[in-house]
Nanobody, 124 residues
């Protein structure tokens, strides 16, 4: 069982930055592929970024590539999402997800555990 708690969301102006963090419980955090998804009102949850269990592999949605960076610290059981050059269309609830697998996937059905989400609003 893994419990995930996100933090770091808030209101930011266009062009600004935010750093989201996800703290995971459990002793086997390093066995999980970790990802960030987001969901805006009236839309389906969409993939943002993924990182392999070792941290050596990462993947990004085209919409955030070059602006967002995912990272993890297996010693601290945390995964982070650094978001730069934020745009109004990045506004959404951001969710941390964990999947006990070696491959990296961008589909929600592959992930076993989810956090409660943190709101990110990009507006002037």
């Amino acid at each position: 069982q893994v419990q995930l708690v996100e933090s770091g969301g808030g209101l930011v102006q266009p062009g600004g930055s935010l750093r989201l963090s996800c703290a995971a419980s459990g002793r086997t955090f390093s066995a999980y592929t970790m990802a960030w998804f987001r969901q805006a009102p009236g839309t389906e949850r969409e993939f943002v970024a993924v990182i392999s269990w070792s941290g050596d592999g990462t993947g990004y949605a085209d919409s955030v590539k070059g602006r967002f960076t995912i990272s993890r610290d297996n010693a601290k059981n945390t995964v982070s999402l650094q978001m730069n050059s934020l745009k109004p269309e990045d506004t959404a609830v951001y969710y941390c997800a964990a999947g006990q697998m070696r491959m990296m996937y961008s589909t929600t059905s592959r992930y076993d555990y989810w956090g409660q989400g943190t709101q990110v609003t990009v507006s002037s």
